[in-house]
């Protein structure tokens, strides 16, 4: 079967650090997706790509779709308080409606 | 300028009692979505709507409805819960069916006592 990885898990930084998470999935997708879900909220959309190799900003946000069309990234430069929560990727096949979900990765900020 | 609004936002029922939850969206989308999310999870489609047909997910259980009035409104109906269907709902519209961005509401916390 289709499988989405993403990684890392969970991230715990310091202030003012910069992030990068990233998603791989076993076959193409035509779409990457990077949404940001805080506690008790649904997913905000931050970024989306639709084409091989686009490269993507959103204020301090970057994501990538990848050239080979299995994998994305996201990185957050100078990392702030409220850029806590936690990052989703997700994708959509050519043949598919569904959102292909990765697991997510959870951003802590050490105090 | 809330895009997708779903009410309420926290909802408790007691165990076999059907709910009712709502969607509505401003984006005039053609296409609105269900899904169910645990904690520390992703979110987990049960069905959709484009424009009026009714597309259901194969694992989706019989306990959970769907109605689509018009094209602004969604509801999400579960006839009698249960303690494993306390979760998140979540409501998303996309305009197009096939592959395009959907837009997430802020989500219904359902308690099942």
């Known amino acids: 079967g289709q499988q989405l990885n993403q990684s890392p898990q969970s991230m715990f930084i310091q202030e003012g650090e910069d992030v990068s998470m990233n998603c791989t999935f076993s076959?193409?997708?035509?779409?990457w997706l990077w949404y940001k879900q805080d506690p008790g909220e649904g997913p905000v959309l931050l970024i989306a790509?639709?084409?091989a190799g686009e490269l993507t900003s959103n204020g301090r946000l970057t994501a990538q779709f990848g050239i080979t069309r299995k994998d994305s990234f996201l990185n957050i430069s100078a990392s702030i308080p409220s850029d806590v929560g936690i990052y989703f990727c997700a994708g959509q096949t050519d043949s598919n409606y569904q959102l292909i979900w990765g697991a997510g990765t959870k951003l802590i900020i050490k105090p | 300028d809330a895009m997708v609004i779903q009410n309420p936002r926290y909802q408790v029922t007691q165990f076999g009692k059907p709910v009712t939850l709502s969607c509505s969206q401003t984006?005039?989308?053609?296409?609105m979505y269900w899904y169910q999310q645990k904690s520390s999870q992703a979110p987990k489609l049960l069905f959709h709507y484009y424009d009026k047909d009714f597309n259901n997910e194969a694992d989706t259980p019989d306990n959970f409805q769907s109605r689509r009035p018009n094209t602004s409104f969604c509801f999400l109906d579960i006839r009698s819960p249960g303690l494993g269907d306390a979760a998140m709902y979540l409501c998303?519209?996309?305009?197009?069916?096939?592959?395009?961005?959907?837009?997430f509401g802020p989500g219904t916390r359902l308690t099942v006592l």
């Open positions: 998303a519209t996309s305009r197009l069916q096939g592959v395009d961005t959907q837009y």
């Open positions: 984006l005039n989308h053609n296409v």
């Open positions: 790509l639709y084409k």
């Open positions: 076959s193409i997708f035509n779409t």
